[in-house]
């Protein structure tokens, strides 16, 4: 194999550092942080190879991470940090049946349960009103790359949206899921117009956005607003955070003066419960969790009707992740606005959608009513996803039985994928024209897309 590590997925670098760590043969796995940032199949695959490793070799573990269901499948032993020290350790049992400091406590209660829709009194998402606008809507949105392979190959389509249809009212949250290189972030892209759409129609409110028309998207762009996954990286490390949060105010709004909104700026950081004595700090300054608000702060500054959100948690601890999506749904019910939530995190996308969407290859499975498609996911991709996360409860989750996925993962190059689910309608010349999938309602407001049983 010569390949080199950037050539390689997340999951297949992280198999390669497991291969390199186990060559010696240790008597002790030090394993910090395995999965993080790993989407949640990829995550299941290396935490079994895990096991069987040491099932194999004998030898000892010690798993660092903040993923408490990660600790309730592989961990025999927990120790609970908190400030460069033990606070509580035991079997993994007891710590998850019966914890005994109030920390622990409060650590197990911020973790989503993918089981449950329970937030344990924290804030819960406000039903959406049966007659709330459209604030969204995409149309058979695509996106397609051209890719030339090798020096004078044909250029090829990626696929990376493939006809993406949604919509999202006013006030209600749109999960997004699915793993790396299904088409979350550049569907994100794309209805923001920071990626030109390759064919389909992006509605905001009604009015129809034409990719080209530089001017409208301008007009709109107080209404849309983004969240990025990394909030270090999305900040200008030389601004301040006051300059930062206020700079959608300079843009938008040419006539306030500095006074005015550096006022708006220390109110808005009040909102989303930062100090606004930060303001004259820089984002080097300020941990993770403070950034994202920093981040949200920016993004809601204008009043905006949409804000998406993506992987906005993904690289937070469990409790700062948790006080981050109360602030989120806090603020939906002040504000009004709609959501797109994208995320890897099932258990998270639970906690704060609506509804949710399903994509697999650019390509819409799902979509349904949040309860609905967890209690009764009917797609054999949903139904993958949802039995690889982990729930943080070892007596369930050691006794799970997972779904996977026969054969390899097709290549979004490769138009005949589209079809992986519905074998039966592959066309036996390889040239043919591929029909994708159709969805169909099982239920009200419950699509799917055809599959073939198993």
Known sequence: MRQYPHELSGGMRQRVMIAAAMAGGPELLIADEPTTALDVTVQAEILDLMAELQR????????????MGVIA??????????????????PVGEIFAQPRTDYTRALLAAVPRLDRADRGGRPTTAPVAADAPVVVEGRDVKVHF????????????????????????????????????????????AVLNLLPATGGAVTLLGRNLDPADRSAWQAARTDLQIVFQDPLASLDPRMTIGDSIAEPLRVFRPGMDRAAREAEARAMMARVELDPALINRYPHELSGGQNQRVGIARAMILKPKLVICDEAVSALDVSIRAQIIDLLIQLQKEMGLAMIFISHDLAVVREISHRVLVLYLGRVVELADRDRLYAEAQHPYTRALLSAAPIPDPAIERTRQRIKLAG?????????????????????DPNAPILAPALKEVAPGHLVAEFDPA
């Not at 190059?413 to 036996?428: E, K, T």
């Open 56 to 67: 194999e070799t004998g030898a000892a573990m010690a798993l660092i991470t903040h993923d």
């Open 146 to 189: 051209p890719i030339r392979e090798g020096l004078f190959g044909r250029p090829r389509a990626l696929r990376a949206v493939d006809g993406v249809s949604f919509q999202v009212h006013q006030g209600e949250t749109l999960g997004v899921v699915g793993e790396s290189g299904s088409g979350k972030s550049t569907l994100a892209r």
């Open 408 to 428: 390899e993962p097709p290549s979004p190059m490769d138009p005949r994928a589209a079809l992986r689910f519905l074998p039966s309608r592959l066309p036996v």
């Open 73 to 90: 499948r592989l961990a025999d032993r927990v120790c609970v940090m908190k400030d460069g020290a033990y606070v509580e350790e035991g």
